[in-house]
Nanobody, 111 residues
Framework: QLQASGGGLVQPGGSLRLSCAAS??????MGWSRKSAGDQMEMVAV????????YADSVKGRSTISRDNSKNTIIDLQINGVTVEDTSVYYC????????WGQGTQVTVSS
């Protein structure tokens, strides 16, 4: 029900762009998380149906999450000025009766 796209190899200082299409439910909050170095899941950004946005301190000021509720709900994440610390597997998620997860998408920041 959640299909993520984007990611891949990004040069340091560049931008990463991820997109996630969700269908089959009316979703409340949606967002992106990533695996941290300790294999913990770190919240990156969250957006409510009304467009209220919350960002992790690690990406605040250089990230934008957006949401399109028409037809299929699509959330996009852009992180600018990426560093090697942004290298991770990124997961989109959406909250309805439970949390639904998309498949992970690898982002590697390297020159």
């Amino acid at each position: 029900q959640l299909q993520a796209s984007g990611g891949g190899l990004v040069q340091p200082g560049g931008s990463l762009r991820l997109s996630c299409a969700a269908s089959g439910r009316n979703f409340a909050n949606m967002g992106w998380s990533r695996k941290s170095a300790g294999d913990q899941m770190e919240m990156v950004a969250v957006i409510s149906p009304e467009g209220v946005k919350v960002y992790a301190d690690s990406v605040k000021g250089r990230s934008t999450i957006s949401r399109d509720n028409s037809k299929n709900t699509i959330i996009d994440l852009q992180i600018n000025g990426v560093t090697v610390e942004d290298t991770s597997v990124y997961y989109c998620w959406a909250l309805a009766d439970q949390i639904y997860w998309g498949q992970g998408t690898q982002v590697t920041v390297s020159s």
